[in-house]
């Protein structure tokens, strides 16, 4: 029995959730462990599609149990909102649903400042971000002015929220941000409060019996390791670990506990956001890439940048994550090239450069040394083995696995769950 990580190897939106939902069947508990509700991960288990923010990828299973680990930070309305959405489609999380007395909350306050740093910056210096308070939250969690689940569910919860609320005001007044109706907030924050109070609890225990238990246990990763706050793209990067580090503290599970490392990458390469993208197209196929791959982000809806695969960045992933395998994503989308380009090393300054630099300035500068392969121009989604797949195809997946020494666990060819090919995991 395993106890293994998914994560996003290039700049989220990989097909984490799908893969997730794929592998969720032995699995028996599936766990979030970062990031919040900026995450937007898709699973079409039939006809329908889900987008799951908060709440993981595996509770369209029945009878798995979810848990929402205290690395994550938990909007208390986004989840209630979650939470119901799911009800009203037949899906009950109460009694499989389990979130950290631990995590940090976000508050609308969070959310407003999100906006208005934002709001201040141009075009070049915006993040881009999500507007969810992600970047906020974590910040008071590390100032160590943060409110946690455990706080909400304390019967001294009211006097917390209402300083909070009221230090809060006067730093909103100054930043010149909208007012607060603390009033208001403060009812509708103790009413969510009492409505997800039956979900809180001490995870660690838990997850912790589950791992002695020899329990199946996927840890699902949000956003992606160029995201991550310490190796991806500073400051364009969301506020966590979203590498494989970030599993084993937003869970509690220790690093000597996890059997295996799956990073999940699309066979090309998209970013939604602002900040370096060094194989991103400005042309024909990068708007092909973005209709046939529907690149539209999951939670704000915003089209994704597209590009091809980039080898640097993957290589990087792989060392930075100990990747075992690759679930390699959204091969279908490329079915029609005629030519498909793969980036192998970057130049720079007139210098050859075979890894990511940490300069931002630098990565902005570094142009893509591609090689070229022929595109296999068949449709591959109803493909259901590897050795099915078009010769050309293959030599594509193969000389990706080959370029950043990672060998194929699966292969996905499509947004269902059928569309999978599963080789080594
Ligand atoms: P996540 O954030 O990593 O879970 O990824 P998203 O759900 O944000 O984005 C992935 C998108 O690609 C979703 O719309 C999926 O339904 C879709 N998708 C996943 N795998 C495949 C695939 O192999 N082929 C195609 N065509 N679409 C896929
Ligand atoms: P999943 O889990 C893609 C990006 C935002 C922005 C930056 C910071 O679906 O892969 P934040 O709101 O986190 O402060 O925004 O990170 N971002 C994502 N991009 N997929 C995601 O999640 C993302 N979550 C955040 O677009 O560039
Ligand atoms: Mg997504």
Not at 134 to 154: E, H, Q, T
Not at 174 to 192: F, H, N, S, T, Y
Not at 208 to 216: D, F, Q, R, S, T
Request: net charge neutral; charged share 25%; glycine share 10%.
């Amino acid at each position: 029995m395993a106890t293994t990580v998914l994560i996003g190897a290039q700049w989220g939106d990989e097909g984490k959730g799908k893969v997730i939902d794929f592998l969720a069947r032995d699995a028996k508990w599936v766990v979030r462990f970062q990031g919040g509700n900026n995450a937007g991960h898709t699973v079409k288990p039939g006809g329908e599609t889900y987008v799951l923010h908060l709440i993981p990828s595996g509770i369209l299973h029945e009878g798995k149990r979810c848990v929402i680990g205290n690395g994550v930070v938990v909007d208390p309305l986004a989840l209630l909102r979650e939470i119901e959405e799911l009800r009203a489609k037949g899906i009950e999380s109460l009694g499989r649903l389990f979130v950290s007395d631990r995590c940090h909350l976000i508050y609308p306050w969070h959310r407003m400042i999100d906006e208005c740093r934002e709001k201040q910056r141009d075009d070049k210096t915006k993040i881009g971000t999500t507007k969810r308070g992600i970047g906020p939250a974590y910040s008071d969690k590390a100032a160590r002015v943060g409110l946690r689940m455990a706080d909400m569910v304390d019967p001294a919860y009211e006097a917390m929220l209402m300083k909070t609320l009221q230090e809060t005001a006067c730093a909103l007044k100054a930043m010149g941000a909208e007012e607060i109706d603390i009033k208001a907030v403060a009812a509708e924050q103790l009413a969510v409060a009492k409505a997800l109070a039956p979900f809180v609890t001490d995870t660690i225990p838990l997850l912790n019996e589950a791992v002695k238990n020899g329990e199946e246990i996927l840890l699902e990763g949000a956003q992606g390791t160029m995201l991550d706050i310490d190796f991806g793209t500073y400051p364009f990067v969301t506020s966590s670990n979203a590498s494989a580090g970030g599993a084993c503290t937003g869970t509690g599970i220790s690093p000597a506990r996890i059997t295996r490392v799956i990073g999940t990458i699309k066979a090309y390469t998209t970013r939604v956001g602002t900040g370096p993208f060094p194989t991103e197209l400005h042309d024909d196929t990068g708007k092909l890439l973005g209709s046939r791959g529907r690149e539209f982000g999951a939670t704000t809806g915003r089209p994704r940048r597209c590009g091809w695969f980039d080898a640097v960045v993957a290589r990087y992933s792989a060392a930075v994550n100990g990747i075992d395998y690759w679930a390699m994503t959204k091969l279908d989308v490329m079915d029609t090239l005629p030519v498909i380009r793969i980036c192998v090393a970057y130049e720079c300054d007139g210098k050859r450069l075979e890894h990511v630099p940490a300069n931002i300035r630098m990565l902005e500068r570094c142009k893509p040394v591609y090689e070229e392969m022929p595109g296999w121009q068949e449709p591959t989604e109803h493909i259901r083995t590897f050795d099915g797949l078009p010769e050309k195809a293959k030599n594509y997946v193969n000389r990706l696995c080959e370029l950043t020494s990672v060998q194929l666990g699966l292969l996905s060819i499509g947004p269902g769950r059928d569309s999978t090919i599963r080789i080594a995991i």
